[in-house]
């Protein structure tokens, strides 16, 4: 199961793009790349996935290099209630397992 | 309604105290798994279930044992609780869409504290 490495805490302003990056240095050739978002008190939420290049949804965008041992998740233009942590996950289509790790605790300011 | 639900929400219960934490979906998905998580601290993984009869460990099982009663039903037991013990505890599914098993959908949790 490839482990993440993340940063613990980001501080923005509202209105910026927001890059978190995760390190996945051991991933697989059948690892996809998941991203969570979770307030507090609440369950984890499903951002974004991808397994290579770039993914675009309504929410964020996931870019990924080609030698896929890390990658980016850019959150545009993000606003107060963007202020949550932020898990990457690797797993395979199977998913067997998720390792959520710590986190990078995103705060917005305004 | 909602999709994944967990009773109760708040729980205060003493040491040496068997408590049980259910999860119900209606999502109809095959896997259901049980989180901890502590203050400051990311989820981790208590015990997860791939169908009815495939029940398996996570990092942190002792002192925990589960039932899945039906597909949409999952519980989490602690035994004989202890203070450290106390923590948020999340319920989740997940299904087969699109080729692979892509989103965890995440209960509103149960806060449990063992005095």
């Known amino acids: 199961l490839a482990k993440t490495t993340q940063p613990i805490s980001m501080d923005s302003y509202e209105g910026q793009e927001v890059n978190i990056t995760c390190s996945h240095n051991?991933?697989?050739?059948?690892?996809?790349i998941t991203w969570y978002q979770q307030f507090p008190s609440q369950g984890p939420r499903f951002i974004i996935q991808?397994?290579?290049t770039k993914v675009t949804n309504e929410v964020a965008s996931l870019f990924i290099p080609a030698d896929r041992k890390s990658s980016t998740l850019s959150l545009p233009r993000v606003s107060l209630s963007d202020t949550a942590v932020y898990y990457c996950?690797?797993?395979?289509?199977?998913?067997?397992?998720?390792?959520f790790g710590s986190g990078t605790k995103l705060n917005v300011k305004p | 309604d909602a999709d994944v639900t967990q009773t109760p929400r708040n729980r205060i219960t003493k040491t040496g105290k068997r408590i049980m934490l259910e999860c119900s979906q209606t999502?109809?998905?095959?896997?259901m798994y049980w989180y901890r998580q502590d203050p400051g601290l990311g989820l981790r993984l208590i015990y997860y279930?791939?169908?009815?009869?495939?029940?398996n460990k996570g990092e942190i099982s002792d002192g925990y044992s589960v039932s899945r009663q039906a597909q949409a039903k999952f519980s989490l037991s602690l035994e004989s609780a202890i203070p450290n013990q106390t923590a948020l505890y999340f319920c989740?599914?997940?299904?087969?869409?699109?080729?692979?098993?892509?989103?965890?959908?995440f209960g509103p949790g149960t806060r449990l504290t063992v005095l």
């Open positions: 991808g397994y290579k």
């Open positions: 051991n991933i697989a050739t059948n690892d996809y």
């Open positions: 989740a599914t997940s299904g087969f869409t699109g080729g692979i098993y892509n989103e965890q959908f």
């Open positions: 999502k109809g998905h095959d896997r």
């Open positions: 996950l690797v797993g395979d289509e199977n998913f067997n397992k998720f390792y």
């Open positions: 279930s791939f169908d009815v009869k495939d029940i």
